[in-house]
């Protein structure tokens, strides 16, 4: 089994070492391999079981050594890099050569990302090489938020998980690229489009669902329980799936009907951002609960209600 720990140097030396390490960010836990050992991020593959085809982002802790990485970075991309790395935004630009092609799946631009986390940042500082890690949680399913996450679904394929505590953003991080001069959105995250457009004016969304995504990683069924996941109106699907346990994954002040019922509050209060930072271990909880299916509305369709929906709509596909 993983050992788990704060130990920042050991992660570094195991790093070097082309071995695996989990790392904690604002976002989500990473499986972290050195992105310049295509030996170690094969390793990745392998534990994740995830397809070739689906690129590695490359994370590492500021914009001057990121540079170091990309043949180019035109000026909007570069702006909101100054204003929100190190943070919740990883941002796709043509590769050097000294990126092996493994990390980008074959393609010319490389996804870049400074997390905002002091553990992984002072981590990041002690090695002469970047880390490429996706989500550290097998492929498919729900991201991790805690260390005990991983510790549970990875912790007999690694060495090392780097305990950071709870993830305080919860949701990955907006991914973001240029075409034709204008900058263009491929995966809402922990970052809002409102917050990327006071910088640089309006954004192309070019949110990918299919079962054959042209852009990388954007598979229709992501993000899921083991257990189905239904959409709609909370009070007919209860109705709908009367003879069946249900787990209730909630929004808001609760009401009178649900309090009763197996059910998780993202947020009582109603606030996005703490319901972002909540769903993914929610819907662990419910998915290691006795129910048989968990159901949910949607939320607001603004700010990281956007990202939200997104991770439900996939992780509801069956
Ligand atoms: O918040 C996050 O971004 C987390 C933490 C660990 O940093 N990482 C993460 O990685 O979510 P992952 O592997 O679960 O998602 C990476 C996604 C890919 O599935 C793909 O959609 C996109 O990033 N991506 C990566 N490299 C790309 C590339 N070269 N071109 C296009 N898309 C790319
Ligand atoms: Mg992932």
């Not at 505590?165 to 491929?186: A, F, H, Q, R, W």
């Amino acid at each position: 089994m993983a050992a788990i720990g704060k130990d920042i140097l050991l992660s570094a030396k195991l790093l070097s070492e082309g071995k695996l390490v989990a790392i904690p960010t604002e976002t989500v836990y990473g499986l972290a391999a050195n992105a310049l050992d295509p030996i170690a991020v094969a390793k990745i593959f392998e534990v994740k079981n995830r397809p070739f085809f689906d690129p590695l982002i490359l994370h590492t802790y500021s914009l001057e050594k990121a540079m170091e990485y990309v043949n180019d970075f035109p000026e909007p991309l570069k702006i909101l890099a100054k204003t929100f790395w190190p943070g919740p935004l990883t941002i796709l630009l043509p590769k050097k050569n000294n990126i092996p092609d493994l990390v980008t799946s074959g393609l010319q631009n490389v996804a870049v990302r400074v997390p905002n986390h002091p553990m992984t940042l002072a981590l990041l500082q002690k090695i002469n090489f970047p880390l490429a890690a996706p989500s550290a949680n097998p492929f498919g399913y729900i991201s991790p938020t805690e260390s005990s996450h991983v510790e549970k679904q990875l912790g007999k394929c690694i060495e090392y998980i780097l305990d950071g505590g709870v993830c305080k953003v919860g949701l990955e991080s907006t991914i973001v690229g240029i075409e034709n001069n204008g900058v263009c959105i491929y995966r809402f995250g922990g970052l809002t489009v409102g917050e990327i457009e006071s910088f640089v004016g309006k954004l192309e969304i070019k949110i990918n669902k299919s079962d054959n995504p042209n852009a990388p990683g954007q598979l229709k069924n992501h993000y899921s329980p083991i257990k189905p996941l239904l959409i709609g109106n909370i009070e007919t699907l209860m109705e709908e799936n009367k003879s069946k346990k249900i787990g209730v994954l909630w929004f808001g002040k609760i009401s009178e009907k649900i309090k009763n019922s197996l059910n998780i509050n993202l947020s009582e209060e109603g606030n996005l951002a703490e319901a972002a930072a909540n769903l993914f271990s929610a819907l662990r909880k419910l998915d290691e609960s006795d129910c048989e299916i968990i159901i949910c509305s949607h939320m607001p369709k603004t700010g990281l209600g956007l990202a939200i929906n997104d991770r439900l709509e996939r992780a509801s596909v069956i």
